[in-house]
């Protein structure tokens, strides 16, 4: 969804398909204010896009509108952290990795994000724990990652990062730079994201507290296991200490 302008009037496009994943796409005329393309072609809308292939190049023929997903980009922070899932989706996804699942996570994630019904930095943490989930890094938050003993019968619950998840007083190494004590409601949280349906992933909201911890325990996952900087991570933290 990212544009690259060509020349005068053509512009390229970034789509994110359900059936050949990430797309670069040459959206001809599309920066004529005056041609059906330009407002089919900005950034966030959701459609049925028509893509002629030549040759391992694509154009853009038509594109028929399902969610053009406009409170976007009407108010500064949902652009900015629309724009942060964007570009989450382009670092971890490779060219023409088709994800059906990823496809409707962006859209579960953009529709709340436009309801506003929850706050934007926790539909962020909801989103990148079911992303990582979905290309192959899902936590176990259920057992001790080493001595396997259920999260029932743990009195002392940590989350152990190098781990993959869950570790028991016994087995966590406090010292260790990437080990977390974890409450049980932010455990509840992450067990919750990893294993509901996407479709009933927006529908609950946590205290501060939570919000805090957990999304400090994401954003070190994140960074151990993608190890990339988000450009769009350094704008929202601008914003957020205007
Ligand atoms: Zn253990």
Redesign the pocket.
């Known amino acids: 969804m990212k544009e690259y302008t060509v020349r005068e009037s053509d512009k390229f496009i970034c789509i994110f398909t359900k059936s050949n994943g990430k797309l670069m796409v040459n959206a001809p005329y599309a920066k004529r204010h005056n041609r059906g393309l330009a407002s089919a072609t900005e950034v966030f809308v959701y459609g049925q896009f028509v893509i002629q292939e030549n040759r391992g190049n694509y154009k853009l023929i038509q594109v028929d509108i399902i969610e053009p997903f406009h409170n976007l980009r009407k108010d500064l922070f949902k652009l900015a952290y629309g724009a942060y899932i964007l570009e989450f989706i382009d670092v971890t996804m490779e060219e023409n990795l088709a994800s059906a699942n990823v496809l409707r996570l962006v859209i579960r994630t953009f529709q709340a994000m436009c309801s506003g019904a929850i706050k934007e930095s926790l539909i962020r943490h909801i989103f990148e724990l079911k992303h990582m989930c979905l290309i192959g890094f899902m936590p176990n938050v259920f057992n001790?990652?080493?001595?396997?003993?259920s999260y029932k019968e743990?009195d002392h619950l940590c989350f152990d990062i190098s781990e993959g998840g869950l570790?028991?007083?016994?087995?966590?190494d406090l010292e260790g730079a990437y080990c977390h004590k974890i409450s049980r409601g932010t455990l509840r949280t992450m067990q919750y994201i990893v294993s509901v349906h996407i479709d009933d992933l927006f529908k609950f909201t946590v205290t501060d507290e939570i919000l805090n911890e957990y999304g400090q325990i994401i954003t070190d996952y994140i960074d151990y296991y993608i190890n990339k900087k988000f450009k769009t991570l350094e704008f929202i933290k601008d914003i957020e200490t205007i």
């Open positions: 001790c990652n080493i001595c396997n003993k743990i570790v028991c007083g016994n087995c966590c």
